[in-house]
């Protein structure tokens, strides 16, 4: 089962770079209730780089284009509210329909 999102996490996303595209995806993915792993899993990373990117690690531009692409297709599915996923098996299902 996926870990949820520290508090620790939370509170220091509130002092993080609102204009750094790895930042800007970890609150999108709060929003969304999508759990980092099952983000990792879809744009093919590790959770451990993930992380670094949520924190304001560099960005490589073939990884910028999947993540925008993603956080496209995550904003699309919260306007259309199919997101926020109610439960870890809803937001598995949504990951795995853009796979």
Known sequence: MPKPYS???LLGLQHADPDHLGV???KLCIKANIPYS???TSLNTTR????AWFREGKIRKHNS???QAFMDNVEQALADGKLPA???TEAKLFVETLS
Do not use: G
Request: proline share 0%; aromatic share 16%; net charge neutral.
């Open 7 to 9: 508090d620790k996490f």
């Open 24 to 26: 800007q995806l970890a």
């Open 38 to 40: 099952y983000v990792a």
């Open 48 to 51: 451990m780089t993930l992380h």
């Open 65 to 67: 284009e999947k993540i």
């Open 86 to 88: 109610s439960n870890y």
